[in-house]
């Protein structure tokens, strides 16, 4: 049976102003959802039909923001869909606003996060939302550093640009499920890299893979502004498409780049890792 198509969606790994310890949001899936059901993972989702039109009618736009395109063989169309759709997913799943005022440049205050936000999410259409709020996406907020492709053996499949962004300042920097618009999100934590790490490995919480090798090179690139910054030197981000193999014991082992059974597109070796090996059901080490 061929192996299904992946679908395009955006993930951002969402990080918090306070300048003491530096961390991230990690928001849980419900048990009901169809795909990773009980992890923990960066906000985000697939991209929809809303997010594609309005990537259309801001290019047609002379009035369009400039964005960085860097994925190999997408149009300029779904590239700022791709963005779209993680300041979207972000907004649904943290309602952390990633946009600016009309001008462009002026940031939303607490108190007008706190009362714009519920009423832009109870809108059907979020885009529909803003425009009624006199907001704009602001694009320069995120930047992309990975594209991870769900290997072929998995029913269901997600083309996944991941994102780094900043919560802007005036928004709270303690999101909570208050103002989650998802009835995906069960939970939602605000962590360091190394303790979310940890609770995985002890058992505590679920990473999945991709999950896990981003927290893994934001500590080896010195932090998620390190990782940023090091995004921006990448003129093309090739595509992270782990291979299932299985060793001699059975064990299923997701090779990447840098291993001898991976087979795939020859995106840049992560830092320590060439291998996620299955430690039971969806928990990889």
Same mark, same amino acid.
């Given at each position: 049976?061929?192996?299904?198509?992946?679908?395009?969606?955006?993930?951002?790994?969402?990080?918090?102003?306070?300048? #003491?310890?530096? /961390?991230?949001?990690?928001? !849980?899936?419900?048990?009901?959802? /169809?795909?990773?059901p009980g992890a923990y993972v960066f906000p985000g989702g697939k991209m929809d039909e809303d997010d594609l039109n309005q990537a259309r009618e801001l290019l047609s736009s002379p009035n369009c923001p400039s964005f960085f395109n860097p994925f190999h063989g997408i149009r300029n169309d779904q590239a700022l869909a791709f963005y779209l759709c993680g300041i979207r997913e972000t907004a649904e799943e943290t309602g952390v606003l990633l946009v600016t005022k009309a001008d462009g440049k002026t940031?939303?205050? #607490?108190?007008?996060?706190?009362?714009?936000?519920?009423?832009?999410?109870?809108?059907?259409?979020?885009?529909?939302?803003?425009?009624?709020?006199?907001?704009?996406?602001? #694009?320069?907020?995120?930047?992309?550093?990975?594209?991870?492709?769900?290997?072929?053996?998995?029913? /269901?499949?997600?083309?996944?640009?991941?994102?780094?962004?900043?919560?802007?300042?005036?928004?709270?920097?303690?999101?909570?499920?208050?103002?989650?618009?998802?009835?995906?999100?069960?939970?939602?934590?605000? #962590?360091?890299?190394?303790?979310?790490?940890?609770?995985?490995?002890?058992?505590?919480?679920?990473?999945?893979?991709?999950?896990?090798? $981003?927290?893994?090179?934001?500590?080896?690139?010195?932090?998620?502004?390190?990782?940023?910054? !090091?995004?921006?030197?990448? !003129?093309?981000?090739?595509?992270?498409?782990?291979?299932?193999?299985?060793?001699?014991?059975?064990?299923?082992?997701?090779?990447?780049?840098?291993?001898?059974?991976?087979?795939?597109?020859?995106?840049?070796?992560?830092?320590?890792? $060439?291998?996620?090996?299955?430690?039971?059901?969806?928990?990889? /080490?």
């Amino acid at each position: 049976m061929s192996p299904s198509q992946p679908v395009p969606g955006s993930t951002v790994v969402l990080s918090t102003i306070s300048t #003491l310890t530096e /961390r991230i949001v990690f928001i !849980k899936r419900s048990a009901s959802s /169809r795909f990773m059901p009980g992890a923990y993972v960066f906000p985000g989702g697939k991209m929809d039909e809303d997010d594609l039109n309005q990537a259309r009618e801001l290019l047609s736009s002379p009035n369009c923001p400039s964005f960085f395109n860097p994925f190999h063989g997408i149009r300029n169309d779904q590239a700022l869909a791709f963005y779209l759709c993680g300041i979207r997913e972000t907004a649904e799943e943290t309602g952390v606003l990633l946009v600016t005022k009309a001008d462009g440049k002026t940031l939303l205050s #607490l108190q007008e996060w706190e009362r714009i936000a519920p009423s832009v999410l109870a809108y059907d259409s979020f885009w529909m939302g803003l425009r009624e709020h006199n907001l704009n996406p602001h #694009l320069e907020f995120l930047v992309p550093i990975s594209r991870w492709i769900t290997p072929v053996i998995e029913p /269901r499949r997600f083309d996944a640009v991941f994102f780094v962004a900043t919560i802007p300042n005036g928004q709270s920097h303690e999101p909570s499920t208050n103002f989650s618009a998802s009835s995906e999100v069960s939970d939602l934590q605000v #962590l360091a890299p190394a303790d979310a790490i940890a609770m995985h490995h002890q058992g505590t919480i679920l990473l999945p893979p991709p999950t896990l090798a $981003t927290l893994e090179s934001a500590i080896a690139a010195g932090g998620i502004g390190a990782l940023k910054n !090091k995004a921006f030197e990448s !003129k093309e981000l090739l595509p992270y498409c782990p291979h299932a193999v299985f060793n001699d014991a059975g064990q299923l082992l997701l090779t990447l780049p840098g291993h001898p059974d991976f087979v795939g597109p020859n995106a840049h070796p992560l830092p320590g890792r $060439t291998v996620f090996s299955q430690v039971e059901g969806m928990r990889f /080490r």
